[in-house]
């Protein structure tokens, strides 16, 4: 914990070692080749939930979790000699999570070094952008970490803008190689995976494509059609949640070794007089576990004024269940694939909260370069015994 | 029963199909002068930076996913 706190002072520091450099007046008219700081943003997260269906202990006990979320982007850009921009974007993010369910994959110590973990996910992208043509091309580079999962990840994608620039179609391509450790229930470990740190791994891997079409409807509106279909593959449950049988019987979660998922959204925002910004996101989503999802967004920015604005927003969704999932001590021995997960229950949410931006021109606080402040909380609940908080800070220097 | 259900979602697709014709027909050509609302910070037709850790833990707490910029499955095995 410590060392992610020093970590997170340590970027804040170069950060501001980075401002005490000015950049020298450029021309206009000239697009300087030279790589051009363009912004860096932070964003904090504290996110706490609890429940009491826990995976872990078979869809009972307690889901008490906090989560502190830190990131930091950096992004640069520079002109080509065919005059072709090229962004690049650095980030790295550290979450720090307490989970009171994770502790109880080893119930019998009192509190097993499972309680908590740290997950670091650094990742680098670039485009390249023909402002002539209206064309861009893209590719990124992620990876993830933490005590019993690994992930590597890659992604391509192209964007047309059309002959007005009025409207724009993208695509892109996504895989995740993951690697996912072992660690079964202590009542479930035979002989191989008893040891403490040397577990078996496995993997999953994840491919998707998405395609989207976004439009200038007028001044004010613009919307956005996004379909994306998504195939997963190799171990897709956890090993240390429990399934319990009707006899009694303690069992590790089995799910299908493949899953595919297509969800399509539809976004608009409407720009209504010169103070109220509305947004709108609707969701459709299928997969082939029989998950059918409804989500609705809603979002109203009102601005107090140019450089502050107060947005209240509210999002339903709506699910039914996975054909695997079933509470406990109902799966039975003639059951192929069981969970007990309430994430693939039946059941609704409700997520609502409001956030603050304040962007002045000379900067927050005065300071020129602290081009942007802002903070959002929101309280979740679903109707299955389960509501969590989150409040976030967006911090963007420019 | 079912012969309603699919009378409700064939009417719901022909409401949207028409919906998006006529939004779509409306569509007039805005110059670069004329996008400064469309500019604005808050008018972004994506996911917001504030957004990452709620898009994050929405998608470990639901079962849906996807179609919203973000991650669709990988990347972490987070419970």
Sequence with gaps: MKKICLTVVGMYLSLLAAFSQRSPNTDSSYKSRKLKFEEVNIVSSYYKQDGNHAAVTGGTGSQELTDLSNSIDLKLTRYDKFNRKHSYSLEIGIDHYTSASSDKIDPKTLSSASHADSRIYPSVNWTMENEKKGTTIGAGLYASTEFDYKSFGGNINFSKKTKNRNGEFSAKVQAYLDQVSLIYPVELRTGANQGEHDY??????????????????????????????????????????????????????????????????????????????????????????????????????????????????????????????????????????????????????????????????????????????????????????????????????? | MKLIQNKGKIFFCVLLLSAAVSIFSSCTTVKEYQKNKLNDAEMTLSARKIEKTELNFQSYREGASGANGGKTGGGCGCN
């Design chain 1, 200 to 398: 078996a791994t496995t993997g999953r891997n994840s491919f998707s494509g998405t395609l989207s079409w976004s439009q200038i409807i007028n001044k004010n509106l613009q919307v956005m059609l996004e379909g994306e279909i998504v195939y997963q593959n190799g171990y897709l449950g956890l090993p240390f949640n429990r399934v319990y049988f009707s006899d009694n019987s303690v069992h590790v979660e089995q799910l299908p070794s493949s899953r595919l998922k297509t969800p399509i959204g539809l976004r608009a925002n409407y720009f209504l007089g010169d103070r109220l910004i509305i947004r709108a996101w609707y969701r459709y989503y299928k997969d082939d576990w029989n998950i059918k999802s409804n989500t609705i967004q809603l979002e109203t920015s009102v601005k107090i004024n140019p450089f502050l604005s107060l947005t209240p927003f509210y999002r339903f969704y709506q699910q039914t269940a996975a054909d695997y999932f079933a509470p406990y001590q109902v799966h039975t021995v003639a059951d192929n694939y069981y969970t007990s997960n309430y994430d693939l229950s039946k059941f609704n949410s409700n997520f609502y909260g409001v956030g603050f931006r304040m962007a002045p021109p000379k900067g927050v606080f005065n300071i020129q370069h602290f081009n942007a402040l802002e903070i959002r909380y929101g309280h979740y609940q679903k109707n299955v015994n389960m509501n969590s908080n989150i409040i976030s800070l967006h911090l963007k220097f420019k």
